[in-house]
């Protein structure tokens, strides 16, 4: 078939509107010229690729099934339909689509990276990590795969193995942010603070405007107790992502701590904006509301936390304490005992949030 694609000067003039992010343009492009090379696979993969970017996931597919009718055996292709797959959610065509990749192309170590992913995705962290570290045996040096691996291992308890996967990945990608941050949450899981902190730290000093290792940094110093510091970090996030209810939370968790009650009540309210069925901020205001003797709002509090947990025994038994206060004896004392014995009950102000590792 003759003239199938493009001059090579007019392909990589969409290539490039689509590497910029002009995606709406490299789409026009791209149908423009699809009507004179209508059996360009090139262009229906920059189309299908270009249509995944914008969310527009059944046109990408439609793109991709036109360059596997003309070309049956592009690997690219069936790998791009499986990422487009795995982001509709549907992670068995995802897991087919990179399978036929592989079975076309096996040292393919990009379909291997995918669909370890997806394996990840549908809980199988055995065949995730072998397809992981298939994906390494073909290319050693790939950081994403060994930040990737990390991550699996990490879920699977193998905090050392995990912890020396993210420094491999550094150790190719020096300027890696995610792999330092992963090595944060999992060094903090291992009680190593300090090494934790030094890895979030990095990450703040490669991206500083990554919200979630300022969110962990705070939750660490809170740990340790420097509330101070932690309070300072927590604002850092909210100044970066100002939607950020968990910062709002564990800022709010901080201020109690230090009795400042009523900047704790702020951030609370604030986290409740952001994210209204957040039961344990609900919960722990109506803890704050509860010791500065505003037993009526903190009974509303603790009511819609249980609302949204009907099992919250914290809430329960703070809702016993506050009717109690209010003189309403045998409901507090029902209250009190359905939260499983309370009367020796201090109040739960909740552990930090964190935020999870990063692929």
């Not at 919250?312 to 409901?331: M, P, T």
Request: glycine content about 6%.
């Amino acid at each position: 078939m003759k003239n199938q694609d493009p001059s090579q000067e007019q392909l990589q003039s969409v290539l490039n509107l689509y590497t910029h992010g002009k995606l709406q343009q490299a789409l026009s492009e791209s149908s423009q010229m699809l009507e004179r090379f209508p059996n360009s696979v090139v262009l229906h993969n920059i189309s299908g690729a270009s249509n995944a970017a914008l969310k527009r996931f059944d046109a990408a597919i439609d793109s991709y099934k036109q360059a596997l009718r003309i070309k049956p055996d592009y690997a690219e292709v069936h790998n791009n339909m499986g990422s487009v797959m795995k982001d509709k959610g549907d992670l068995e065509q995802a897991i087919e689509s990179y399978q036929q990749a592989l079975r076309i192309k096996p040292d393919y170590a990009v379909a291997h990276n995918n669909m370890a992913k997806a394996m990840k995705d549908t809980g199988d962290l055995e065949e995730a990590i072998e397809s992981y570290k298939q994906a390494l045996r073909i290319k050693p040096d790939y950081a994403e795969v060994h930040n990737n691996l990390g991550i699996a291992l990490k879920d699977k308890g193998d905090l050392n193995e995990a912890i020396d996967n993210f420094k491999q990945a550094i150790r190719i990608k020096p300027d890696y942010a995610a792999a330092y941050y992963n090595m944060g949450v999992t060094l903090k899981d291992k009680g190593d603070l300090n090494e934790a902190i030094d890895c979030y730290k990095q990450t703040i000093r490669i991206r500083p405007d990554y919200a979630d290792a300022y969110n962990n940094l705070g939750n660490i110093f809170k740990d340790k107790g420097d509330l101070n510091e932690a309070i300072d970090c927590y604002k850092q996030t909210i100044r970066i992502k100002p939607d950020y209810a968990a910062a709002y939370y564990n800022m709010g968790n901080s201020l109690s701590d230090k009795g400042n009650l009523n900047e704790a009540i702020d951030c609370y309210k604030k986290a409740i904006l952001i994210k209204p069925d957040y039961v344990n901020v609900h919960n722990n205001m109506g803890a704050a509301l509860q010791l500065l003797n505003q037993n009526e709002l903190a009974q509303a509090s603790y009511e819609k936390a249980i609302s949204l947990n009907k099992d919250f025994n914290h809430a329960i038994s703070g809702l016993g304490i506050v009717l109690l206060k209010q003189g309403k004896h045998s409901e507090g004392l029902d209250k009190l005992i359905q939260g499983e014995g309370s009367i020796l009950f201090s109040i739960k102000r909740g552990f930090s949030v964190k935020s999870g590792v990063k692929e």
